[in-house]
């Protein structure tokens, strides 16, 4: 009897989380993703926690607190008007627009960001040519560095350069004073945006938490309405962090590498 030789099994390896990662987005219905800091590293605008992040160079508590608003507004106008300049060099990475493209492609919006830099909306606008790009257009729950906002009466409107005397910008209805339209410490996030967010996510099935490390709240929550409403919690981040232990799968890496290969 000949024994025909058989190339040995090959031990079945357990699929990479990459792989895992891109089944449960295969399966899933709704989809909702949750930025940070993290998806805009690789475009060279710092994060807060990181060695070397934003807080490395100021205290919070002395810059971009309503406290310190209120006591010294040039201050903290001058330090947001250095983080404007600084930004506008900045430009969406392969992250971003991977994340814009594949909303755009599901035509159902899905973006939450903690970041204020603008650049997830800068990059739904260019992926979608002269389509609407409204699916790939974020939820700022942190607001946007680039608008202002009238601290008495709340009028938004479009950031004006700081004039280099004294004077501080004025809300051209009630002539309140005016400041950048984010979420300092101390303040309360914008409670309806705060809704939208997280209605979004207790209906979706599957959150992808990208580059945050989950521990300001309430932006750290929107991932726990999806996996308390029974779906489930991707974590795209190079490192650990306080939401690994409730993801169903870690894809450790950069979002800017990650997310073109996820989302293809
Ligand atoms: N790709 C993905 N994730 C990354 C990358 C990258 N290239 N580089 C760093 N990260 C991860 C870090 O491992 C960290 O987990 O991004 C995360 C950045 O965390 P933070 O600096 O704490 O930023 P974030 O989570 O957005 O902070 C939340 O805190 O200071 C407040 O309002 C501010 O919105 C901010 C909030």
């Known amino acids: 009897m000949t024994h025909h030789a058989t190339a040995p099994r090959e031990p079945l390896l357990p699929p990479s989380p990459l792989t ?18 993290g998806i805009s590293a690789e475009s060279r ?14 205290r919070p508590e002395e810059l971009a607190t309503i406290g310190a608003f209120e006591r010294d507004p040039r201050t903290v106008w001058e330090w947001y008007e250095w ?30 960001t903690q970041n204020v830099d603008g650049l997830h909306t800068r990059a ?13 257009l974020p939820i700022e729950i942190h607001g946007a560095i680039a608008r202002d906002r009238c601290n008495d009466c709340g009028l938004r409107a479009e950031a004006e350069p700081l004039g280099d005397d004294d004077t501080l910008p004025r809300c051209a209805d009630c ?19 705060l809704e939208r967010a997280h209605n979004m996510a207790a209906r979706a099935d599957l959150c992808l938490v990208i580059g945050t490390s989950a521990v300001v709240y309430p932006a750290a929550g929107i991932p726990l309405a999806t996996l308390h409403a029974g779906g489930r ?22 979002a800017g590498e990650v997310l073109p290969e996820l989302l293809a």
């Not at 605008?45 to 100021?58: E, I, K, S």
């Not at 004073?177 to 409670?191: A, I, K």
């Not at 974590?235 to 870690?250: F, G, H, M």
């Open 233 to 254: 919690i991707i974590e795209i981040n190079p490192q650990d962090t306080d939401l690994t232990r409730a993801a169903e799968v870690a894809v450790r890496g950069a």
């Open 175 to 193: 002539g309140g004073m005016r400041r950048p339209d984010v979420v300092l410490f101390g303040e309360m996030l914008d409670s309806a945006l």
């Open 124 to 136: 739904a606008l260019e992926e979608a040519g002269d389509g609407p790009p409204d699916a790939a």
């Open 20 to 37: 895992r990662a891109r089944d449960l987005i295969a399966e899933a219905h709704r989809i909702v993703a949750l930025t940070g800091a």
């Open 45 to 58: 605008v710092p994060t807060f926690r990181d060695a070397g992040g934003l807080w490395r160079n100021y």
């Open 83 to 112: 983080r404007r300049g600084f930004l506008a060099t900045c430009k969406p990475n392969e992250g971003h627009r991977a994340l814009a493209r594949f909303f755009l492609r599901r035509g159902e919006e899905g973006i939450v």
